[in-house]
Protein backbone atom coordinates (compact mmCIF):
# COMPACT_ATOMS: atom_id res chain seq x y z
CA UNK A 1 0.00 0.00 0.00
CA UNK A 2 1.59 3.10 -1.13
CA UNK A 3 1.41 5.71 1.67
CA UNK A 4 -1.44 8.73 2.20
CA UNK A 5 -0.95 12.02 0.73
CA UNK A 6 -2.57 15.23 1.86
CA UNK A 7 -4.48 15.14 -2.09
CA UNK A 8 -5.04 13.24 -4.87
CA UNK A 9 -5.18 15.01 -8.71
CA UNK A 10 -6.37 13.27 -11.22
CA UNK A 11 -6.48 14.30 -14.71
CA UNK A 12 -9.49 12.86 -16.59
CA UNK A 13 -9.66 14.50 -19.98
CA UNK A 14 -7.09 16.38 -22.14
CA UNK A 15 -8.08 18.84 -25.43
CA UNK A 16 -4.45 20.01 -26.96
CA UNK A 17 -2.52 21.35 -23.55
CA UNK A 18 -6.05 21.83 -21.85
CA UNK A 19 -6.74 19.52 -18.92
CA UNK A 20 -9.69 18.98 -17.14
CA UNK A 21 -9.55 16.91 -14.13
CA UNK A 22 -9.96 16.19 -10.42
CA UNK A 23 -7.93 17.71 -7.07
CA UNK A 24 -9.36 15.71 -3.86
CA UNK A 25 -8.49 17.48 -0.93
CA UNK A 26 -9.36 16.58 3.03
CA UNK A 27 -11.97 18.97 2.54
CA UNK A 28 -14.18 17.44 -0.54
CA UNK A 29 -13.38 17.30 -4.41
CA UNK A 30 -13.10 19.89 -6.88
CA UNK A 31 -13.11 19.85 -10.42
CA UNK A 32 -10.50 21.39 -12.84
CA UNK A 33 -9.69 23.88 -14.26
CA UNK A 34 -10.88 25.44 -11.41
CA UNK A 35 -11.50 29.30 -10.17
CA UNK A 36 -11.09 30.51 -6.24
CA UNK A 37 -12.81 33.70 -5.02
CA UNK A 38 -10.21 35.56 -3.22
CA UNK A 39 -11.11 35.91 1.06
CA UNK A 40 -8.65 38.01 2.12
CA UNK A 41 -9.22 38.77 5.67
CA UNK A 42 -11.51 36.18 6.28
CA UNK A 43 -14.84 36.93 3.80
CA UNK A 44 -15.21 36.81 -0.12
CA UNK A 45 -15.87 40.71 0.25
CA UNK A 46 -19.60 41.20 -0.69
CA UNK A 47 -21.17 38.06 -0.34
CA UNK A 48 -22.42 35.75 2.23
CA UNK A 49 -20.83 32.03 2.59
CA UNK A 50 -24.52 30.44 2.14
CA UNK A 51 -24.44 32.41 -1.57
CA UNK A 52 -20.74 30.97 -2.55
CA UNK A 53 -22.11 27.44 -1.27
CA UNK A 54 -25.18 27.60 -3.50
CA UNK A 55 -25.80 26.19 -6.55
CA UNK A 56 -25.67 29.35 -8.66
CA UNK A 57 -22.05 29.75 -7.49
CA UNK A 58 -20.51 26.35 -6.03
CA UNK A 59 -17.69 27.87 -5.11
CA UNK A 60 -15.12 24.49 -3.65
CA UNK A 61 -12.79 26.65 -2.32
CA UNK A 62 -11.70 30.17 -1.78
CA UNK A 63 -8.15 31.97 -1.06
CA UNK A 64 -7.66 33.93 3.00
CA UNK A 65 -4.58 36.02 2.79
CA UNK A 66 -1.97 35.33 5.61
CA UNK A 67 -0.58 38.45 5.75
CA UNK A 68 -3.73 40.23 6.55
CA UNK A 69 -5.15 37.58 9.07
CA UNK A 70 -1.71 37.34 11.03
CA UNK A 71 -2.40 40.93 11.35
CA UNK A 72 -5.70 41.22 12.43
CA UNK A 73 -7.27 39.54 13.95
CA UNK A 74 -4.15 37.72 14.80
CA UNK A 75 -3.01 34.14 15.02
CA UNK A 76 -4.22 34.08 18.58
CA UNK A 77 -8.15 35.07 17.72
CA UNK A 78 -8.02 32.41 15.30
CA UNK A 79 -6.30 29.49 16.87
CA UNK A 80 -8.51 30.17 19.68
CA UNK A 81 -11.81 29.57 17.45
CA UNK A 82 -9.97 26.53 16.44
CA UNK A 83 -8.83 27.60 12.95
CA UNK A 84 -9.51 29.64 10.13
CA UNK A 85 -12.55 27.29 8.93
CA UNK A 86 -14.65 27.35 12.05
CA UNK A 87 -13.77 30.94 12.68
CA UNK A 88 -15.32 32.09 9.47
CA UNK A 89 -17.83 29.45 8.78
CA UNK A 90 -16.47 27.50 5.96
CA UNK A 91 -16.37 23.59 5.18
CA UNK A 92 -15.35 23.74 2.13
CA UNK A 93 -11.43 23.77 1.16
CA UNK A 94 -9.23 27.07 1.81
CA UNK A 95 -6.01 27.68 0.16
CA UNK A 96 -4.00 30.28 1.94
CA UNK A 97 -1.47 32.56 0.14
CA UNK A 98 2.58 32.97 2.14
CA UNK A 99 2.01 36.80 2.67
CA UNK A 100 5.01 37.10 0.54
CA UNK A 101 3.29 38.45 -2.41
CA UNK A 102 1.26 41.26 -0.06
CA UNK A 103 4.62 42.53 2.19
CA UNK A 104 6.35 42.69 -1.50
CA UNK A 105 3.96 44.55 -2.66
CA UNK A 106 4.35 47.36 -0.30
CA UNK A 107 7.75 48.40 -1.86
CA UNK A 108 9.22 51.38 -0.35
CA UNK A 109 8.03 49.94 3.56
CA UNK A 110 9.57 46.59 3.41
CA UNK A 111 13.31 45.95 3.96
CA UNK A 112 14.41 42.20 2.36
CA UNK A 113 16.97 39.91 3.63
CA UNK A 114 17.61 36.70 3.26
CA UNK A 115 16.16 35.68 7.18
CA UNK A 116 13.11 37.29 5.53
CA UNK A 117 11.41 40.49 4.99
CA UNK A 118 10.64 43.35 8.08
CA UNK A 119 7.59 45.95 7.30
CA UNK A 120 5.35 48.06 8.90
CA UNK A 121 2.33 46.92 9.52
CA UNK A 122 -0.55 48.77 7.56
CA UNK A 123 -2.78 48.39 10.55
CA UNK A 124 -0.87 49.95 13.41
CA UNK A 125 2.41 50.98 11.72
CA UNK A 126 3.85 48.44 14.26
CA UNK A 127 7.35 46.80 12.77
CA UNK A 128 7.11 43.34 11.74
CA UNK A 129 8.65 40.35 10.51
CA UNK A 130 7.68 37.60 8.05
CA UNK A 131 10.11 34.87 7.13
CA UNK A 132 9.63 31.46 5.94
CA UNK A 133 9.26 29.95 8.95
CA UNK A 134 6.95 32.59 10.72
CA UNK A 135 4.37 31.88 7.41
CA UNK A 136 4.44 28.49 7.55
CA UNK A 137 3.74 28.79 11.61
CA UNK A 138 1.02 31.11 10.35
CA UNK A 139 -0.54 29.13 7.93
CA UNK A 140 -0.33 25.90 10.52
CA UNK A 141 -2.78 28.05 12.89
CA UNK A 142 -5.24 29.19 10.21
CA UNK A 143 -5.66 25.22 8.88
CA UNK A 144 -6.10 25.92 5.45
CA UNK A 145 -5.92 22.74 3.59
CA UNK A 146 -3.32 23.57 0.58
CA UNK A 147 -0.49 26.09 1.95
CA UNK A 148 1.60 28.37 0.06
CA UNK A 149 5.63 28.96 0.18
CA UNK A 150 6.69 31.93 1.02
CA UNK A 151 8.40 33.63 -1.93
CA UNK A 152 10.25 36.59 -3.11
CA UNK A 153 8.47 38.21 -6.64
CA UNK A 154 10.28 40.61 -8.91
CA UNK A 155 8.71 43.09 -10.38
CA UNK A 156 7.61 42.57 -13.98
CA UNK A 157 10.36 44.46 -15.73
CA UNK A 158 12.92 43.63 -13.65
CA UNK A 159 16.65 43.49 -15.15
CA UNK A 160 18.04 39.26 -15.60
CA UNK A 161 20.48 40.28 -12.62
CA UNK A 162 17.90 41.15 -10.24
CA UNK A 163 15.81 38.48 -10.98
CA UNK A 164 17.73 36.20 -10.89
CA UNK A 165 18.93 37.31 -7.24
CA UNK A 166 15.47 36.99 -6.43
CA UNK A 167 14.68 33.96 -7.62
CA UNK A 168 18.07 32.06 -5.72
CA UNK A 169 16.49 33.69 -2.87
CA UNK A 170 12.70 31.82 -3.13
CA UNK A 171 14.38 28.88 -3.60
CA UNK A 172 16.06 28.90 -0.38
CA UNK A 173 12.91 30.56 1.10
CA UNK A 174 11.34 27.42 -0.38
CA UNK A 175 13.36 25.17 1.01
CA UNK A 176 13.15 26.47 4.53
CA UNK A 177 9.66 26.62 3.66
CA UNK A 178 9.31 23.05 3.37
CA UNK A 179 11.38 21.97 6.17
CA UNK A 180 9.75 24.32 8.71
CA UNK A 181 6.31 22.82 7.02
CA UNK A 182 7.14 19.65 7.65
CA UNK A 183 8.58 19.98 11.33
CA UNK A 184 4.96 22.00 12.24
CA UNK A 185 2.88 19.03 10.47
CA UNK A 186 4.93 16.36 12.56
CA UNK A 187 4.15 18.47 15.32
CA UNK A 188 0.80 18.75 15.00
CA UNK A 189 0.47 22.52 14.63
CA UNK A 190 -2.06 22.27 11.71
CA UNK A 191 -5.84 23.55 13.13
CA UNK A 192 -7.57 22.26 9.77
CA UNK A 193 -6.54 18.44 10.56
CA UNK A 194 -9.04 16.31 9.40
CA UNK A 195 -9.32 12.52 8.23
CA UNK A 196 -11.30 12.28 5.02
CA UNK A 197 -11.19 10.83 1.59
CA UNK A 198 -8.00 8.28 2.16
CA UNK A 199 -6.22 11.28 2.75
CA UNK A 200 -3.69 11.64 5.10
CA UNK A 201 -5.36 14.39 6.82
CA UNK A 202 -2.48 16.44 6.92
CA UNK A 203 -1.86 20.06 4.94
CA UNK A 204 -0.75 19.76 1.05
CA UNK A 205 2.31 22.35 0.45
CA UNK A 206 2.45 23.76 -3.17
CA UNK A 207 5.53 25.35 -4.65
CA UNK A 208 6.11 28.70 -6.07
CA UNK A 209 7.94 29.29 -9.88
CA UNK A 210 9.50 33.04 -10.10
CA UNK A 211 11.84 34.83 -13.15
CA UNK A 212 10.38 37.43 -14.13
CA UNK A 213 9.93 37.48 -17.66
CA UNK A 214 12.71 35.52 -17.97
CA UNK A 215 12.14 32.04 -19.92
CA UNK A 216 15.41 30.61 -18.89
CA UNK A 217 15.38 31.85 -14.99
CA UNK A 218 11.93 30.76 -15.27
CA UNK A 219 12.82 27.33 -16.54
CA UNK A 220 15.51 27.18 -13.36
CA UNK A 221 13.04 28.11 -10.91
CA UNK A 222 11.10 25.30 -12.07
CA UNK A 223 14.03 23.44 -11.75
CA UNK A 224 14.65 24.29 -8.31
CA UNK A 225 11.25 24.16 -7.35
CA UNK A 226 10.31 20.43 -8.50
CA UNK A 227 14.41 19.19 -6.93
CA UNK A 228 12.44 20.47 -3.66
CA UNK A 229 9.15 18.79 -4.20
CA UNK A 230 6.11 19.54 -3.47
CA UNK A 231 1.96 18.83 -3.73
CA UNK A 232 1.56 21.24 -6.58
CA UNK A 233 2.79 24.07 -8.15
CA UNK A 234 2.27 27.56 -9.01
CA UNK A 235 3.48 30.23 -11.06
CA UNK A 236 3.69 33.24 -9.04
CA UNK A 237 5.05 36.93 -10.24
CA UNK A 238 2.75 36.86 -13.23
CA UNK A 239 0.39 40.07 -14.18
CA UNK A 240 2.51 42.85 -11.89
CA UNK A 241 3.24 45.15 -14.48
CA UNK A 242 4.63 42.95 -17.46
CA UNK A 243 3.19 43.20 -20.99
CA UNK A 244 -0.02 40.76 -21.79
CA UNK A 245 2.35 38.96 -24.59
CA UNK A 246 5.42 38.47 -22.12
CA UNK A 247 2.67 36.64 -19.49
CA UNK A 248 1.19 34.09 -22.01
CA UNK A 249 4.38 33.83 -23.44
CA UNK A 250 5.85 32.46 -19.62
CA UNK A 251 2.50 30.68 -19.34
CA UNK A 252 3.06 29.12 -22.32
CA UNK A 253 6.66 27.94 -21.85
CA UNK A 254 6.51 26.71 -18.11
CA UNK A 255 2.96 25.21 -17.49
CA UNK A 256 3.75 22.26 -20.01
CA UNK A 257 6.98 21.73 -18.22
CA UNK A 258 5.57 21.73 -14.67
CA UNK A 259 4.76 18.09 -13.25
CA UNK A 260 2.03 16.10 -15.07
CA UNK A 261 0.70 14.94 -12.30
CA UNK A 262 0.31 17.61 -9.64
CA UNK A 263 -2.27 20.57 -10.43
CA UNK A 264 -0.66 23.94 -11.85
CA UNK A 265 -1.85 26.97 -10.33
CA UNK A 266 -1.70 30.40 -11.75
CA UNK A 267 -1.33 32.80 -9.23
CA UNK A 268 -3.33 36.25 -8.97
CA UNK A 269 -4.73 36.48 -12.68
CA UNK A 270 -6.98 37.50 -14.14
CA UNK A 271 -10.00 38.44 -16.36
CA UNK A 272 -11.84 35.45 -17.77
CA UNK A 273 -10.20 35.91 -21.27
CA UNK A 274 -7.19 35.72 -19.27
CA UNK A 275 -8.74 32.44 -17.47
CA UNK A 276 -9.38 30.56 -20.91
CA UNK A 277 -5.84 31.57 -22.77
CA UNK A 278 -4.27 30.07 -19.30
CA UNK A 279 -6.40 26.83 -19.42
CA UNK A 280 -5.52 26.36 -23.18
CA UNK A 281 -1.86 26.36 -21.94
CA UNK A 282 -2.19 23.93 -19.42
CA UNK A 283 -3.46 25.63 -16.19
CA UNK A 284 -4.92 24.23 -13.91
CA UNK A 285 -6.11 26.86 -10.91
CA UNK A 286 -6.48 30.45 -10.74
CA UNK A 287 -7.61 33.41 -7.89
CA UNK A 288 -8.04 37.03 -8.55
CA UNK A 289 -9.85 39.32 -7.07
CA UNK A 290 -11.27 41.10 -9.97
CA UNK A 291 -14.86 39.99 -10.00
CA UNK A 292 -15.03 41.15 -6.22
CA UNK A 293 -13.22 44.19 -6.80
CA UNK A 294 -15.23 45.42 -9.24
CA UNK A 295 -18.44 44.34 -8.36
CA UNK A 296 -17.74 46.90 -5.64
CA UNK A 297 -16.57 49.48 -8.76
CA UNK A 298 -19.90 49.19 -10.79
CA UNK A 299 -18.40 46.72 -13.51
CA UNK A 300 -20.01 43.57 -14.66
CA UNK A 301 -18.33 40.76 -16.18
CA UNK A 302 -20.16 39.71 -18.86
CA UNK A 303 -20.64 36.86 -21.92
CA UNK A 304 -20.27 40.23 -24.16
CA UNK A 305 -17.35 41.94 -22.68
CA UNK A 306 -17.59 44.50 -19.50
CA UNK A 307 -20.58 46.38 -18.65
CA UNK A 308 -20.16 49.34 -16.60
CA UNK A 309 -23.19 49.88 -14.99
CA UNK A 310 -22.77 53.65 -14.20
CA UNK A 311 -23.61 54.37 -17.90
CA UNK A 312 -26.27 56.43 -18.62
CA UNK A 313 -27.39 53.85 -21.05
CA UNK A 314 -28.69 51.51 -18.84
CA UNK A 315 -31.36 53.63 -16.60
CA UNK A 316 -34.51 52.57 -18.53
CA UNK A 317 -32.50 49.16 -19.76
CA UNK A 318 -35.03 46.23 -18.66
CA UNK A 319 -32.71 43.33 -19.84
CA UNK A 320 -30.74 41.32 -16.91
CA UNK A 321 -26.91 42.61 -16.62
CA UNK A 322 -26.46 39.19 -19.13
CA UNK A 323 -29.14 37.23 -21.08
CA UNK A 324 -27.30 34.15 -21.24
CA UNK A 325 -26.54 34.08 -17.75
CA UNK A 326 -28.44 31.74 -14.97
CA UNK A 327 -27.38 33.77 -12.12
CA UNK A 328 -30.23 35.01 -9.46
CA UNK A 329 -29.01 38.32 -10.15
CA UNK A 330 -29.84 37.89 -13.63
CA UNK A 331 -33.17 35.72 -13.18
CA UNK A 332 -34.05 38.83 -11.71
CA UNK A 333 -33.05 42.28 -11.47
CA UNK A 334 -32.77 44.91 -15.07
CA UNK A 335 -29.99 46.63 -15.27
CA UNK A 336 -32.17 50.23 -14.86
CA UNK A 337 -32.48 48.59 -11.15
CA UNK A 338 -28.68 47.92 -10.89
CA UNK A 339 -27.70 51.56 -12.21
CA UNK A 340 -30.28 53.14 -9.62
CA UNK A 341 -28.99 51.11 -6.82
CA UNK A 342 -25.58 51.72 -7.37
CA UNK A 343 -26.19 55.63 -8.57
CA UNK A 344 -27.41 55.99 -4.79
CA UNK A 345 -25.04 54.50 -3.49
CA UNK A 346 -26.77 51.14 -2.22
CA UNK A 347 -24.42 48.47 -0.87
CA UNK A 348 -27.00 46.23 -2.22
CA UNK A 349 -25.42 47.24 -5.96
CA UNK A 350 -22.26 45.95 -4.68
CA UNK A 351 -24.00 42.93 -3.36
CA UNK A 352 -25.57 42.02 -6.88
CA UNK A 353 -22.68 43.02 -8.98
CA UNK A 354 -20.32 40.93 -6.86
CA UNK A 355 -22.32 37.87 -6.80
CA UNK A 356 -23.06 37.93 -10.67
CA UNK A 357 -19.24 38.68 -11.63
CA UNK A 358 -18.25 35.51 -9.09
CA UNK A 359 -21.11 33.36 -10.91
CA UNK A 360 -19.83 34.25 -14.37
CA UNK A 361 -16.26 33.43 -13.62
CA UNK A 362 -17.22 30.40 -11.97
CA UNK A 363 -19.59 29.31 -14.91
CA UNK A 364 -17.06 30.23 -17.35
CA UNK A 365 -15.13 27.20 -15.60
CA UNK A 366 -17.77 24.85 -15.57
CA UNK A 367 -17.74 25.49 -19.37
CA UNK A 368 -14.43 25.48 -19.89
CA UNK A 369 -14.36 21.87 -17.90
CA UNK A 370 -17.48 20.67 -20.21
CA UNK A 371 -15.79 21.58 -23.13
CA UNK A 372 -12.11 19.56 -22.72
CA UNK A 373 -14.51 16.76 -21.27
CA UNK A 374 -16.00 16.45 -24.86
CA UNK A 375 -13.25 17.86 -26.92
CA UNK A 376 -14.84 20.74 -28.03
CA UNK A 377 -12.14 23.16 -26.28
CA UNK A 378 -10.71 24.99 -29.12
CA UNK A 379 -14.51 25.44 -30.60
CA UNK A 380 -14.82 26.94 -26.93
CA UNK A 381 -12.14 29.18 -26.40
CA UNK A 382 -12.80 30.56 -29.98
CA UNK A 383 -16.74 31.49 -29.36
CA UNK A 384 -15.76 33.13 -25.95
CA UNK A 385 -12.88 35.60 -27.39
CA UNK A 386 -15.08 36.28 -30.21
CA UNK A 387 -18.24 36.96 -27.90
CA UNK A 388 -16.35 38.76 -25.45
CA UNK A 389 -14.18 41.51 -27.36
CA UNK A 390 -18.33 42.60 -28.59
CA UNK A 391 -18.35 45.09 -25.40
CA UNK A 392 -21.44 46.53 -24.87
ZN1 LIG B 1 -25.75 36.88 -13.73
Redesign the pocket.
Known sequence: MTKATPIKFEIQSQCGEARAGVLTTRRGQIETPVFMPVGTAGTVKGIRFEELESADLDARIILGNTYHLWLRPGVDVIKAAGGLHRFIGWDRALLTDSGGFQVWSLGALRKISEEGTEFRSHVDGSLRFLSPEVSMEVQAALGSDIVMVFDECAPGQASHEETERSMNLTARWAKRSKDAFERLQSEGADTGRIQANDLSGRQALFGIIQGAGHLDLRRLSLEQTVNIGFDGYAIGGLSVGEEKSLMFEVIEDIAPRMPNDAPRYLMGVGTPEDLVEAVARGVDMFDCVLPTRNGRTGQAFTSRGKLNIKNAQWANDSR???ES???S??QRHSRAYLRHLYMSGEMLASILLTH?NL??FLDTMRGVRQSIRSGEFPKFRREFTERSSISE
Open positions: PLDCRCVCHAF
